[in-house]
Every structure is written in structure tokens, then in C-alpha cells.
């Protein structure tokens, strides 16, 4: 069965520092993967997805993530972090029967 | 260009007590999703539709009645509302990719329902 795992509930960094959230997946074929965000009170937005071909992946607000199949991972990374980026972050798989399969989610903290 | 609408924004029910939720979306998607997001539990799928006139069970469907009688519209109904229910719901609606769905779900801004 397919599934996504984020293994940090939640993550603090300073402003300005760089920033890697995790996300790994378990899906047979080649997946479909995404990295929404959401602000506090605000419905999910689409950061990026991977469908095919360049495993590195660039999106809004100067996110990137990258797809690695032998890892089964597709992390999310951003150079420098601002404090507008606090928010909760959620990795998701396309899976069968036009579904996909969201993470539990990182929180991520911004300090000053 | 709205997007994702949900109607309404807040409400308080009493145990026992029943309403609809109302999604619509104007950008002429097929597909269309009904989740809960509850603290710690990230977002769990109660019902969708790949179609006007489908609907299909999601992870959570118990206690949850849908219908989409018209492509831009899809409601979720709760007949006799329990304090588990309380959650904040999302709709989600994603377009397809010829005969398969793009995957890429548009989502908005949610309801939070209280049940007493």
C-alpha cells in the first residue's frame, strides 16, 4: 500500500539559515509526488510536485525539493528561510484510484 | 476566478443535530474531495468523485453522506452529528490528465465544525 512518512513532527531554524524537510514514500511504480503548504487558519497550497523527468524540482516562494528514487525520498530544501515561511508543510504521493496520500506533516518554527 | 469556495466558514452543532457542507469550484475540474484534518493526523480522505453523478469512499467515510449532482459543485452531509466529528474540513478538486487525474488537488480555505 502506498504511503508517505515525514519523520519530524516539527522543526525549528533561524531566519536566514538553509532548510531540509524529509518525506519518504512507498509506492511501487514511478510516483507522483507534491509538498503543499499551509499557513495557520488557511486551506493547503501547492509548493511544487514531481511528475517525470528532472529530479530536481523548483516551486514557489523559492522551495526546491528533490526526487531520489533509490532513497525513496523526496525532500524539501530552501537556501535561506524567512519568518513568513512558518508554517506546516505536508508531503503527498498520487496513488491509485485518482487519490493521493498525504504525510502527517512538519511544523516548521522560525527563530528570529 | 474564486477557486475553491467552502460554505460556511464556522459552525456549532449539537450532538444528534445534521447539515451539509457545501464545495464549489469554478475551474471546471472532474475530480473533487471531501478531508478532515484533525491535530497530529495530517489530512484524512472521507469521500470524492472522479465525476458529476460519482461518488467513492475514502479512508473515513462512516458518519458521512456526499452527492454531486453538478461537476462544480460537491456536498457532504453529516445526518446525525457526533462530538468525533468535530475537525476542520477541506475540499479539494484536481483536473485530469485525459482519462486519469492529474493528481494536483486545489484546495479551499476550509470549515471548522464544532459539535457539542
Known amino acids: 500500500a502506498q504511503s508517505v512518512t515525514q519523520p519530524d513532527i516539527h522543526i525549528t531554524v533561524s531566519e536566514g539559515a538553509s532548510l531540509e524537510l524529509r518525506c519518504n514514500y512507498s509506492?511501487?511504480?514511478?510516483?507522483?509526488l507534491f509538498w503543499y503548504v499551509q499557513s495557520p487558519g488557511q486551506g493547503l497550497q501547492l509548493l511544487l510536485k514531481?511528475?517525470?523527468?528532472?529530479?530536481l524540482v523548483q516551486g514557489i516562494k523559492g522551495f526546491e525539493a528533490e526526487f531520489k528514487r533509490s532513497q525513496s525520498s523526496f525532500n524539501l530544501r530552501k537556501p535561506s528561510v524567512h519568518w513568513s515561511d512558518a508554517a506546516e508543510y505536508f508531503c503527498?504521493?498520487?496513488?491509485?484510484?485518482?487519490?493521493?496520500?498525504f504525510g502527517k506533516g512538519t511544523r516548521l518554527h522560525i527563530l528570529p | 476566478n474564486a477557486g475553491v469556495t467552502q460554505t460556511p466558514k464556522f459552525r456549532v452543532l449539537k450532538t444528534g443535530q445534521s447539515m451539509t457542507l457545501l464545495c464549489a469550484q469554478d475551474?471546471?475540474?472532474?475530480?473533487m474531495y471531501w478531508y478532515r484534518q484533525d491535530p497530529g493526523m495530517g489530512l484524512r480522505l472521507i469521500h470524492y468523485?472522479?465525476?458529476?453523478?460519482?461518488?467513492a469512499k475514502g479512508e473515513v467515510p462512516d458518519g458521512y453522506n456526499v452527492s454531486r449532482l453538478k461537476k462544480q459543485n460537491f456536498l457532504l452531509g453529516l445526518e446525525s452529528a457526533a462530538p468525533s466529528q468535530t475537525s476542520v474540513y477541506f475540499c479539494?478538486?484536481?483536473?485530469?490528465?485525459?482519462?486519469?487525474?492529474?493528481?494536483?488537488?486545489?484546495f479551499g480555505p476550509g470549515t471548522r465544525l464544532t459539535v457539542t
Open positions: 475551474m471546471n475540474h472532474e475530480y
Open positions: 503527498a504521493v498520487g496513488a491509485t484510484d485518482d487519490k493521493i496520500i
Open positions: 509506492y511501487g511504480a514511478t510516483p507522483y
Open positions: 514531481y511528475f517525470s523527468g528532472d529530479t
Open positions: 479539494a478538486s484536481s483536473y485530469s490528465l485525459g482519462l486519469i487525474s492529474s493528481y494536483e488537488q486545489y
Open positions: 468523485s472522479v465525476g458529476e453523478g460519482t461518488t
